[in-house]
């Protein structure tokens, strides 16, 4: 069973960028088309970003169009997310996930929370 383990949040002011990380332990991650998923407080949880398994194919959610970008090096079965000028919004609990019509499939993984002050 593959285990998704994301990192790379924290606290950053409005306007500066992070970088998320997200690993997989159990199993590969590479055959998946992949994608990120956020949960603000007192919200339900939702779609950012995805990518195809190979990468060529892309698509984000209005709200973060332009300004963060999922990318991912199957040869460290690894998935992205740089995250630049962020704003106060952008708060959230983010995780990746195995992706099919904009749903997450696999368990999910504990998150890495993402923090931005104005």
């Known amino acids: 069973q593959v285990r998704l383990v994301e990192s790379g949040g924290g606290l950053v002011q409005a306007g500066g960028s992070l970088r998320l990380s997200c690993a997989s332990s159990?199993?590969?991650?590479?055959?998946?088309?992949m994608g990120w998923f956020r949960q603000a407080p007192g919200k339900e949880r939702e779609f950012v970003a995805f990518?195809?398994?190979?990468?060529?194919?892309?698509d984000y959610a209005d709200s973060v169009k332009g300004r963060f970008t999922i990318d991912r090096d199957n040869t460290k079965d690894t998935l992205y997310l740089q995250m630049d000028n962020l704003k106060p919004e952008d708060t959230a609990v983010y995780y990746c996930?195995?992706?099919?019509?904009?749903?997450?499939?696999?368990?999910w993984g504990q998150g890495t929370q993402v923090i931005v002050s104005s």
């Open positions: 996930n195995a992706v099919q019509s904009r749903i997450g499939v696999l368990p």
């Open positions: 159990g199993g590969t991650i590479k055959t998946y088309v």
């Open positions: 990518i195809s398994w190979r990468g060529g194919s892309r």
